[in-house]
């Protein structure tokens, strides 16, 4: 499973970060992303659901920021 921290990244740069490090990966690759809460646990699932990725969760750890995991799916 891959890892991308983007805890402390302001969107959209996020979302733009996200998707250069999806596309290093193979199709069918299980990531987790890391978001801060607001602004960016609201737009880059969803912006990466639009992209056509499979969400797989989304949960909130105790620290307060947020852990999605998603599969990679070939645009």
Known sequence: MQTIDLRGVSCPTNFVKAKLALEELENGTVAQ???????????????????????????????????????????
Do not use: C, M, W
């Open 33 to 75: 992303i890391f978001l801060d809460d607001g602004e960016p646990v609201k737009n880059v699932p969803r912006s990466l659901k639009a992209d056509g990725h499979k969400l797989l969760g989304l949960k909130q750890t105790e620290e307060g920021h947020y852990i999605l995991e998603l599969e990679k799916v070939e645009e």
